[in-house]
């Protein structure tokens, strides 16, 4: 069970749109719609942003959206804002009740 | 307003056993979620350690079940975490979390407990 990949950052000015890419296999993110991505702040603890695939939770702005093709989730923020700045991290079901986590992304708002 | 708050020693020796509690509160520890751990190194990155339902039913990380005991204590609302014979990568800041609407995410999370493995 090794950590799904994800790119180490991302940046993108004011405005724009990113995309992180969380890479699997096919035993976890490419047989399952249960990926999730989490926003992590420095010192804080993870907060659930998506869940399985593409959903968000109440609260979570729409700026955010998720989808999955393949064995590679992604995670698009749309019209980027300081306030977006932190880590973010996808996780999988991976089988036999396990998960598994990606390796995080930095994003930066130029 | 659920909470989960995690607690325990800062401060472990080498080969000794570490070993947190998650207090729920606001929630039964015996409503239908299940309730995981999650650990941090510092710097790095998150890794799902295991999960607990009511029943006593867990689930482990592959690469740490030999090590690991996950535990609930329904009379005092809260679960527990040991984790034996641990060393210096088992430094961590740990978190204890409840899943999303019954699914496989985790939508509520403690704030943290920083746990150094030193002599």
């Known amino acids: 069970q090794s950590a799904l990949t994800q790119p180490a950052s991302v940046s993108g000015s004011p405005g724009q749109s990113i995309t992180i890419s969380c890479t699997g296999t096919?035993?976890?993110?490419?047989?399952?719609?249960?990926v999730s991505w989490y926003q992590q702040y420095p010192g804080k603890a993870p907060k659930l942003m998506i869940y399985?695939?593409?959903k968000r939770p109440s609260g979570v702005s729409n700026h955010f959206s998720g989808s999955k093709s393949g064995n590679t989730a992604s995670l698009t923020i749309s019209g980027l804002q300081a306030e977006d700045e932190a880590d973010y991290y996808c996780c999988s079901y991976a089988g036999s009740s396990t998960y598994v986590f990606g390796t995080g992304t930095k994003v930066t708002v130029l | 307003q659920v909470q989960l708050q995690e607690s325990g020693p800062g401060l472990v020796k080498p080969s000794g056993t570490l070993s947190l509690t998650c207090a729920v509160s606001d929630d039964s520890i015996i409503s239908s979620h299940w309730w995981s751990w999650v650990r941090q190194p510092p710097g790095k990155g998150l890794e799902w350690i295991g999960e607990?339902?009511?029943?006593?039913?867990?689930n482990y990380n592959p690469s740490l079940k030999s090590r690991v005991t996950i535990l609930v204590d329904k009379s005092k609302n809260q679960f527990s975490l040991k984790l034996i014979s641990v060393t210096a990568a088992d430094t961590a800041v740990y978190y204890c979390?409840?899943?999303?609407?019954?699914?496989?995410?985790?939508?509520?999370w403690g704030r943290g407990t920083l746990v150094t493995v030193s002599s």
């Open positions: 399985e695939g593409s």
């Open positions: 096919s035993s976890d993110v490419g047989s399952y719609d249960l």
């Open positions: 607990i339902y009511h029943s006593g039913s867990t």
């Open positions: 979390a409840r899943d999303h609407l019954h699914g496989s995410s985790f939508g509520l």
